[in-house]
Structure formats: structure tokens, C-alpha cells
């Protein structure tokens, strides 16, 4: 069962807001519990605008990577691009390496790490078959590199100058390099939220600004051409979307939508996607297919999708995307399956804080996706680990908020062969011969900090309404919060003492759709994966008679016509009394 929170709000600072901005009072009693200190930061909020934008020159030696990078555009030299096999770090390639040829730079090439071969990150594995290949001058890296040490002391005996470029937490040290760009080194809040994209891209902005300011040639252009790329990987990191990612992507998604590019086109069409596309569709449809080449074998064919201009090609590597992610879904759904079963068998909510499952044969391509499944399951931080046949193992960890996972590695760091990442998410790797040990040292470590905590999940409700606020024009004000993501979730209401109305139908195999009504008003609703897809049973009963139920607003749309409906996410046996 979950426990009901009401959001605080301030219910004269909504008056102001519906006054003298001329809101909805369902906005603004939804804005009044967000915190903000004044109306401007309001307005800000509602309209986030490219002007807003910080300085890029106010991040730490700024300075000296646009020097350097100039530097090797007007010699000449071949400048290697360097970066990680995700979504982000496959767009932060494709942002810096467009860019620096835009600039006028004479060869710029680009790599990503091999999942498989390379590990996470910048390595010297990796650096060595690059270099294989082409050995530049100068290395710049994007999204990856801030603890990378030996590989960086690697780069400089082979006599290669480095620039990093980061968005993940510092180590005790920092790589050797003309440059370590890292939002986290400087004193603003609000870039050091900035996924490995949003750094590419003030990367970007500081050497046109400087080159502009300096009158080189090839500096006229206009950067919000890339905003799309931007906005992919900010979405698919999962960082806030608050301060100057919302502002990246609110504009960033204005551009896909208005993008005749063949990537955006091709990656609709595998994905079936029609009319505007909104943040849950680069989290849920667009991100998974880009995920998924770097998942089960190479990442390089996404980067390829992203720098062809051949129509053709794009649509077939579109479709190689599709299929590679279809098959990561066949490959997870077992892997989850096998875990559940096993972690089912000894679960105890009063001893296990910190659960780990491993096994031989498990892909390392999908434990990460594994992990926040079995996280949201038994709401406990959770690591998955995959073994390979000569005993090595990776590892990838989701937490749960109130508990920060990379602390809880480092509490098991006498077992680890190496480790790293940030509060919600972090990677490991681990002799199989530790494993045991890692088991016992993990869950202690969480138990430390969650034993006397209340683990039940939280539903948080941001305001209570009635049935007849589900409306047309609010469902359109509301729409105003957008976009949606990480620390700035659809909001969620919460109605008393409705029945169903009628009686509950299956839909889709695992969703349940039905309608309730207060007497006056009856509105459509969906609980999506209320249903076994096994059994057919309902996961949990609605309860006889009247019930409380926390719902978002959706938009449904069948055959042509859009009807709002609420998106059922609990509910209970109505209590009059309290609204929490």
C-alpha cells in the first residue's frame, strides 16, 4: 500500500499567481506548491527562454579548451572526439563533432567505447584501438572522462594534448588535461544539472562566441539548430528538467517538431509516431531504440544514423535500431524474470535494504534497465550484476530516493574492482569470488541508512479537485508545466469519495479501464499494468463502494476524436477525514 502525501502549498501565493497572471486556479495551486520564491521566477518557469541562458565562459576553464580547440581548427589537426555508448554521450559525439566541422576543422573523428570490449567510459582499452585507427593531436571527450586517470596519463605519454568534458560527480582527483570541463567545478546550481549534452553544447556555444567576438570565419550559424540533439540527451539522462534543461528542451522539442531532418523522420516512422512529440516519447519511444545498438552490440551504428545525410541509409539503420531493441526487450523481459523469482524466494522487507542479483550469462547490455525495474518492485536501491564465463563481473545499480547508491558502493569498496556514477544510478565491477561478500557489505550498507526508514512507496498529490475540474481548458493550462521529466513530473491530483461506474473491462492484455463518477460528472479512467498478463486477475481489488483515487490527466485518442480521461495511479477506500 502507498502512502498518500499532499504536496504543501501556499494558498495566498496562488491567489497572486491566478490574479496577476491570469491563471487557472488548478495551475496555480499546483505552481503555489513548487517552491519558487516570487512571481518573475514563476513567469520564468511557464515561459523559459534562450536568453536565460548562462554564460558558457562562467564554467571553469572555459577559457583554455576554446583557446585550444581554436588552436587546432586554424593548424589543422586531427582532433578526436570521444564518447560513451548511451543516448547521451551518442548525441554529445554527434553535437561536438558537427559543430567543429561547421567551425572549419579539417578532420574530427569520432568514437564511442565497446560495451563488451572497452568497458564504461574513457579506458585505455579503448584509447589503444582508436588509436589504432587514427592518432590525433588533440582528445576531447563528452560525457565520460572526469575519473578517468590512467587513461589520461596514457593520453599524455603518447603525447596527445586532453580537454574533458563531464557532467558526473568528481573523484578525489581530477585527469591530467589542458582542460577538465565540469559543470560541478563551478558555483551555479543551475548548470550543474547539465547531462553530458547540455556541457557539449556549452562547449559549442563558447567557441562560437568566441569566434565570433574574435571575427573568424564559419561562426555564422545558429546554434538552436542542434537544440534537438540537446534535448534527446538531456531527456534520456534522466537530469532535472528545471533551470537551463528545461529551457534546452522545451526549445529543443519545438525543433524536432519542426524538423524535416531524415533521422527525426526515419525514427517516427519505426516507431509509429504521429503528430507532435512530447518528452515521454524521447524517454519511452525515441531514447530505447538509440539505447539499444549500444546495448547488444555496437553504438557506432547510432552514431552513424545521427552524421549520414543519405535518406536510404537513415531508414535502414532505423529499422536495424527498431530490431536491436525489440530484441533487448525479449533479452530483459527474461533476465527480469529469472531475477524476481529468485530475489522473490528470499525477500524479507525487515532484513533486505540493499538487494544485489548475479548470475553467469546475463547480458551487461540490458542489467542497467533490469536494475530500475526490480527498484520500482521492491522499493529498494538494487544491483544487477552479469558474470562472464572467466568469472568478471559488471554490475549496474538503481537506487531509490532517500538513498544515495554510489555511497553505498563505496562502503563495499574493499570487494570492488572499480566503481562509479552518481546518487541514483552507478555501474561496478567485481570478481566473482567477491560476490557473496559484495551481497552481505551492500545490504548492510543500505541498512544503515534505511532500516528505521518507512520503505512503503509514496504517492504524492499535488492538489485535491473535483470530477468537474477535468476539463478542457485546465488540461490546457496545465500543459503550460511542460515538459515533463525528472523533478518536474505531471502533476497529480487526488478526488474524494467517487464510485466506479459500470463494470471494469480488460484492455490491452495488462491495463483495466472503467469510469467513475461523484454523482455530478462521470469521467473515463485506465490503470495501466493493473492487470497480470498470466493470470488475467487484477494485481489489487478496487474496494466496495466509495474511493479516494490519485490520477494524472491524459489525453486519449481513438478513431479520430481526444477525450480526457484520468490515468488511475492508486487509490483507496475513501477517508473523509484527512487528505493525506
Known amino acids: 500500500m502507498k502512502i498518500w502525501k499532499t504536496k504543501s502549498a501556499d494558498p495566498d501565493f496562488a491567489r497572486q ?34 536568453k536565460d541562458v548562462s554564460d558558457p565562459f562562467l564554467i571553469p576553464r572555459m577559457d583554455k579548451a576554446v583557446r585550444r580547440i581554436w588552436q587546432a581548427i586554424a593548424a589543422k589537426e586531427k582532433i578526436l572526439v570521444f564518447g560513451d555508448y548511451d543516448v547521451d554521450g551518442i548525441v554529445s559525439t554527434v553535437l561536438l563533432v558537427k559543430i567543429l566541422l561547421r567551425l572549419g576543422a579539417h578532420c574530427v573523428i569520432p568514437c564511442l567505447p565497446d560495451r563488451q570490449e572497452d568497458g564504461y567510459g574513457l579506458t585505455v582499452a579503448a584509447l589503444q584501438r582508436s588509436f589504432r585507427q587514427a592518432k590525433p593531436s588533440l582528445l576531447i571527450t563528452v560525457d565520460c572522462g572526469i575519473n578517468a586517470l590512467e587513461a589520461a596519463e596514457f593520453i599524455k605519454k603518447e603525447g596527445i594534448d586532453l580537454i574533458v568534458t563531464d557532467h558526473h560527480e568528481l573523484g578525489n582527483a581530477l585527469p591530467t588535461a589542458v582542460a577538465v570541463i565540469n559543470p560541478k567545478l563551478g558555483e551555479s546550481d543551475s548548470v550543474k544539472m547539465l547531462a553530458g549534452v547540455g556541457v557539449a553544447f556549452k562547449l559549442c556555444h563558447a567557441l562560437l562566441k568566441h569566434g565570433m567576438t574574435e571575427k573568424y570565419a564559419g561562426t555564422d550559424f545558429d546554434l538552436r539548430e542542434y537544440l534537438d540533439l540537446v534535448a534527446l540527451g538531456t531527456v534520456a539522462d534522466i537530469v532535472p528538467l528545471l533551470d537551463e534543461n528545461r529551457i534546452f528542451v522545451r526549445h529543443g522539442l519545438s525543433r524536432i517538431n519542426s524538423s524535416d531532418l531524415s533521422a527525426w523522420r526515419a525514427l517516427k516512422e519505426v516507431a509509429s509516431l504521429k503528430g507532435c512529440l512530447d518528452t515521454y516519447h524521447l524517454a519511452f519511444c525515441i531514447a530505447p531504440r538509440i539505447n539499444a545498438a549500444g546495448r547488444l552490440d555496437s553504438a557506432e551504428i547510432a552514431l552513424e544514423f545521427f552524421l549520414t545525410e543519405d535518406e536510404n541509409r537513415a531508414k535502414a539503420i532505423a529499422q536495424k535500431l527498431d530490431k536491436a531493441n525489440r530484441d533487448r526487450q525479449a533479452i530483459e523481459a527474461q533476465i527480469l524474470k529469472e531475477a524476481a523469482a529468485e530475489i522473490d524466494n528470499y525477500f524479507k522487507p525487515d532484513v533486505h535494504y540493499g538487494i544485489v542479483i548475479g548470475r553467469r550469462s546475463w547480458h551487461v547490455g ?13 522499493n529498494r536501491p538494487v544491483i544487477v550484476i552479469g558474470f562472464d564465463e572467466q568469472g568478471a563481473g559488471r554490475g549496474s545499480g538503481r537506487s531509490i530516493n532517500g538513498y544515495n547508491i554510489l555511497n553505498g558502493l563505496n562502503e563495499c569498496r574493499t570487494v570492488l574492482a572499480a566503481w562509479g556514477g552518481h ?12 560476490y557473496e561478500q559484495f551481497c552481505q557489505l551492500f545490504n548492510q550498507a543500505a541498512g544503515r541508512d534505511l532500516k528505521d526508514k518507512n520503505l512503503a512507496p509514496i504517492q504524492l498529490i499535488n492538489a485535491w479537485i473535483e470530477l468537474n475540474d477535468v476539463s478542457d481548458d485546465n488540461f490546457k493550462a496545465l500543459e503550460k508545466l511542460a515538459p515533463f521529466g525528472q ?3 505531471k502533476p497529480v491530483f487526488a478526488a474524494r469519495g467517487v464510485k466506479v461506474a459500470g463494470s471494469p473491462r480488460i484492455v490491452g492484455k495488462k491495463h483495466l479501464r472503467f469510469s467513475v463518477s461523484d454523482g455530478k460528472k462521470t469521467v473515463g479512467a485506465i490503470a495501466f499494468n493493473h492487470v497480470e498478463s498470466v493470470t488475467g486477475m487484477a494485481r489489487r481489488k478496487i474496494p466496495e463502494g466509495l474511493i479516494d483515487i490519485a490520477f494524472q490527466i491524459r489525453k486519449n485518442s481513438f478513431n479520430g476524436a481526444e477525450n480526457l480521461e484520468l490515468n488511475i495511479l492508486d487509490y483507496r477506500k475513501a477517508s473523509p477525514a484527512t487528505k493525506s
Open 366 to 378: 540490458v542489467i542497467g534497465i533490469v536494475a530500475s525495474r526490480l527498484a520500482a518492485r521492491y
Open 487 to 489: 523533478n518536474n513530473p
Open 423 to 434: 546518487e541514483m544510478a552507478a555501474g561496478m565491477e567485481i570478481k566473482e569470488n567477491n
Open 17 to 50: 499567481l491566478a490574479d496577476k497572471l491570469n491563471l487557472p486556479s488548478i495551475l496555480a495551486n499546483v505552481l503555489s506548491g513548487y517552491g519558487f520564491a516570487d512571481i518573475e521566477a514563476v513567469e520564468r518557469f511557464l515561459d523559459p527562454k534562450l
